[in-house]
C-alpha cells in the first residue's frame, strides 16, 4: 500500500480537526465559503488530492491557516530544486524543503516532490563545470540518491524529470540531455525508484495539456519506458493556462496516459490574465479552473491538481509574464476570487459564491466539448437547477477564438459575432429543482477552441 493511501484514510479525523479550526478561525481568516467543506474534503470525497505550491516562510498567519485547512498536498515551489539545496558543491540547504515537509505532516497533507532533473535553477557550480559524460552520470545518481533517500517515506510523488521536450517534441539540449543522451531519463527514473521504491514517480512538462505533438512525444516516451521495465508511475501536466485557453481537448489527452497504465496528475494550474482583472474575466476564470478540475475528476487515474500557489500574492505569474496576473484562486487579500468556486464545484461543492456562471436563483451551466476534430467539435451545455427552478431558459456565451456555430439541437441558438445565445424550445423550457436540460451542437474551429463561461438567464 502506497503512502497516498495510508494517509487518505487518516483524514477523517484530520477533518474533523481541520472543520473545527475553520470554525474557530472564522473571525480572523476568511472562511472559504459558509455552504461548502474546504477543497480538500471535497477533493477527497471524488477520490482526488487538490494540492499548492508553497514558499517556506510564508506558513504561518492566514497563508498558512487557508494551507493547512484548503489543500491535500503540498509541492514546495522552489525548496527541493538543486540550486535551492545544494548551492555549494557538497554543502547541503534543506531548511525551508524540511519546513514544508514537517508542516505537511502535521496537516495530514501529502508532498510533491519537486524537481529533481531539471535545465533550470540548477546550482552555478554544476552548469558552469565542465564534465565527462561518466561525472555527469554520477553527479546526477547522487544528487537523486541524496534527496530522494533523505526524503524517502514521507514523498507522495516526485517530478524525476522536469520538461525534457521542445514544443515540436524533439528532447530538449540541456546539460543532461547533451551530456547523457535521452536514457539520463530512464537513469534518473532508476535511480529514483532505488532511494524510495514507494515513491510514485513522474514526468512533468508545460504545454502538453492537450493532444499536440508535445504530448505526443512524452506518450511515446512513457510507453517505451513502460515496455522497457523502467519504473515510470505518472506524467504530470503543468498547466500554467493563459485566460480562455483551457485546451478542449484536455480530458482525451489525460485519458490516453491512463490508458498507457500510468497516473496523471495536473502539477502547476494557473490561468493568467492581462492586468487588471474585471469581473467578466474572473467569470472566464472561474469556467477555466473548473474545466481543468472536472477534467481530472472524470477521469479514474488523475491523481489530483495542484494550483501553483494559491493566492495571488504568492505567484509566480507577475514576476514572469509582464502584464499578466491575478491566476490563483485567491486575492492578494487572501480572498477567494470566483476561481475557487470553479475548482470547489467541479468537486462537486455547491460552489455559489463569486459570481461566474451567473447562476439564475440556483441554475448554472456545464460546457464541454465531446469530441472535437481537425476543423469542427460537438459541444454540449447541460443546465442544471438546485434549490430553484425554470420554466424557460436562455443560455449565453462568447466563441472569443473565432467559433462558428453551424447546428443545435433541443434548443434555438444564433450566433451573432463571437455572441451565442441559445433558447430552450417549447418542449424542455422546465428544468425542476434537482434537475437539469441538455442541449448540443456542431461548431467550427481554427488556432484554438477554449472552453466559454456560460451564464444562464
Ligand atoms: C517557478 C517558481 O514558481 C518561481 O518562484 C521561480 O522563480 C521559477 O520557477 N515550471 C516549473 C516550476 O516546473 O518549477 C516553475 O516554478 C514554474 C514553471
Redesign the pocket.
Known amino acids: 500500500m502506497r503512502t497516498s493511501h495510508l494517509l487518505s484514510a487518516r483524514r477523517s479525523l484530520a477533518g474533523l480537526a481541520t472543520a473545527a479550526a475553520a470554525l474557530l478561525a472564522l473571525g480572523a481568516a476568511p472562511s472559504a465559503h459558509a455552504a461548502d467543506p474546504p477543497l480538500r474534503d471535497l477533493a477527497a470525497a471524488q477520490g482526488k488530492v487538490i494540492g499548492t505550491?508553497v514558499t517556506g516562510s510564508e506558513l504561518t498567519g492566514t497563508y498558512g491557516d487557508i494551507t493547512g485547512r484548503e489543500f491535500g498536498s503540498l509541492t514546495p515551489?522552489?525548496a527541493m530544486?538543486w540550486g535551492s539545496v545544494e548551492p555549494t558543491r557538497g554543502s547541503f540547504d534543506w531548511a525551508e524543503a524540511d519546513q514544508i515537509v514537517a508542516f505537511a505532516q502535521a496537516h495530514h497533507q501529502q508532498v510533491r516532490g519537486?524537481?529533481l532533473v531539471?535545465h533550470?535553477?540548477n546550482p552555478s557550480w554544476l552548469t558552469g563545470g565542465s564534465w565527462t559524460p561518466a561525472q555527469l552520470s554520477s553527479l546526477l545518481q547522487n544528487h537523486i540518491s541524496t534527496e530522494v533517500g533523505r526524503y524517502q517515506g514521507k514523498i507522495t510523488g516526485w517530478?524525476v524529470v522536469?520538461?525534457p521536450f521542445n514544443e515540436d517534441g524533439t528532447y530538449r539540449s540541456t546539460l543532461w540531455y547533451d551530456g547523457l543522451g535521452a536514457d539520463y531519463i530512464a537513469s534518473a527514473l532508476t535511480w529514483a525508484h532505488a532511494a524510495d521504491p514507494a515513491a510514485k514517480l513522474y514526468i512533468?512538462d508545460?504545454n502538453v495539456e492537450g493532444v499536440n505533438a508535445k504530448s505526443t512525444a512524452l506518450y511515446n516516451l512513457v510507453k517505451s519506458l513502460k515496455a522497457r521495465g523502467v519504473p515510470i508511475d505518472g506524467v504530470g501536466l503543468?498547466a500554467?493556462l493563459v485566460l480562455g485557453q483551457v485546451p478542449a481537448t484536455l480530458q482525451q489527452n489525460i485519458q490516453r496516459f491512463a490508458d498507457l497504465g500510468v497516473d496523471v496528475a495536473i502539477t502547476?494550474l494557473d490561468v493568467r490574465m492581462q492586468l487588471p482583472a474585471d469581473s467578466g474575466k474572473l467569470a472566464q476564470q472561474k469556467a477555466d479552473f473548473k474545466a481543468v478540475v472536472g477534467a481530472c475528476a472524470a477521469v479514474t487515474r488523475c491523481a489530483g491538481v495542484t494550483v501553483?500557489?494559491f493566492t495571488d500574492s504568492d505567484s509566480?505569474v507577475p514576476s514572469?509574464f509582464p502584464g499578466y496576473g491575478a491566476a490563483t484562486p485567491y486575492d492578494e487579500s487572501y480572498q477567494p476570487k470566483p476561481a475557487y468556486y470553479g475548482i470547489a464545484e467541479a468537486l462537486g461543492g455547491s460552489g455559489g459564491g463569486g459570481g461566474g456562471t451567473a447562476p439564475a436563483g440556483g441554475c448554472s451551466a456545464a460546457y464541454t466539448v465531446t469530441s472535437q476534430w481537425n476543423s469542427g467539435f460537438t459541444g454540449q451545455v447541460r443546465i442544471s437547477c438546485t434549490g430553484a427552478s425554470l420554466s424557460s431558459w436562455k443560455a449565453s456565451w462568447s466563441f472569443g477564438a473565432g467559433q462558428q456555430l453551424t447546428q443545435a439541437w433541443n434548443a434555438g441558438c444564433t450566433q451573432s459575432g463571437a455572441a451565442v445565445t441559445c433558447s430552450n424550445i417549447s418542449y424542455n423550457g422546465t428544468v425542476p429543482d434537482g434537475g437539469s436540460v441538455t442541449f448540443g451542437f456542431n461548431a467550427n474551429w481554427s488556432g484554438s477552441n477554449p472552453v466559454p463561461a456560460v451564464s444562464v438567464g
Request: aromatic share 20%.
Open positions: 505550491a515551489g522552489n530544486k519537486h524537481t531539471w533550470s535553477q517530478d522536469n520538461e512533468n508545460y503543468q500554467h502547476e501553483w500557489g509566480w514572469t
